[in-house]
């Protein structure tokens, strides 16, 4: 278990955090998000042991990130994606790319060939493996990061702003990946995203303003709240939109995240209503 309390961070006399706490459970997939300059990143820096607590603390399975010389095993146990997927490579080639990792901590080389291959199974990148990470894609250069960390065989990763730079099928691609972790291998996600569509697929979602928790609980339930949405400078996802417009005007329909269960919800309500009129 991931566990913060009482997390506090200022630069220059600004607050970036402001007392968090919070949890997070392996084998579930976390959403945390929040405007630009929310405090997402910082947060994120904090579970991974690059930034350490100005007050409070961060532990991971009961390591605490401030114990310098547990630095290494909180790294191995919780890895972490970021925005680029060019700033990671640490290899030309693929499947170097991967051992780079377990190389690194000693590990034989039975054991690293193990590694890697499992790894990029596990990403769905297989048949990259001998590849120049040049000449991959946006998603590929990240599914190649993605397997970079499984190689370490995690129990959480971290994803801040994994997508942002990505076209949406690469995105898809990413998340698909990232779902199948979740659900196969038992791993904790922490999905960092300004993309309120990407939080639907989440066990779980955080928001975060100006530093501090406003919200945690279900996508159903945060997605509900369109006061606090607004004033955390979010926006629902269009289905969810969709389906707010129409019970302010009075039509009686749940709120649906995806396009598919807000076509489905649309198609019953105008049965019902073809129905009364009869």
Not at 4 to 16: A, D, F, K
Not at 123 to 144: D, F, V, Y
Not at 187 to 213: F, L, N, P
Not at 255 to 262: M, Q
Request: net charge negative; glycine share 8%.
């Amino acid at each position: 278990m991931i566990e913060i309390n009482g997390l506090c961070r200022s630069y220059n006399n600004t607050e970036v955090l402001k007392n968090v706490t919070l949890s997070f459970e392996p084998g579930t997939l976390t959403a945390v998000l929040g405007r630009n300059g929310s405090g997402k990143s910082t947060l994120a820096r904090h579970i991974n042991a690059i930034l350490l607590p100005q007050r409070g603390y961060v532990r991971v399975d009961r390591l605490d990130t401030s114990d310098d010389s547990l630095v290494y095993d909180i790294r191995e146990r919780v890895g972490m994606v970021f925005q680029n997927p060019e700033s990671q490579a640490a290899a030309s080639i693929v499947e170097d790319d991967t051992a780079f990792a377990p190389e690194n901590l000693g590990l034989d080389t039975d054991e690293i060939i193990k590694r890697v291959d499992t790894a990029l199974r596990d990403a769905g990148i297989e048949h990259l493996r001998k590849k120049p990470i040049s000449a991959l894609s946006g998603g590929q250069k990240q599914l190649t990061a993605v397997a970079g960390i499984l190689a370490m065989r995690p129990g959480y990763m971290i994803f801040d702003e994994g997508t942002s730079m990505l076209d949406p099928e690469s995105r898809k691609r990413v998340m698909d990946c990232v779902i199948r972790l979740k659900n196969e291998l038992g791993i904790g996600i922490i999905w960092i995203t300004h993309y309120m569509e990407e939080a639907i697929a989440a066990d779980r979602v955080i928001i975060i303003d100006r530093g501090a928790i406003k919200a945690d609980g279900t996508p159903e339930d945060v997605f509900s709240d369109t006061e606090l949405i607004a004033d955390s400078g979010l926006e629902l996802p269009p289905s969810a939109r969709l389906c707010m417009r129409l019970i302010k005007e009075g039509f009686d329909i749940p709120l649906a995240l995806t396009a598919e269960d807000c076509a489905k919800e649309i198609h019953q309500l105008a049965q019902r209503l073809t129905e009364e009129k009869r």
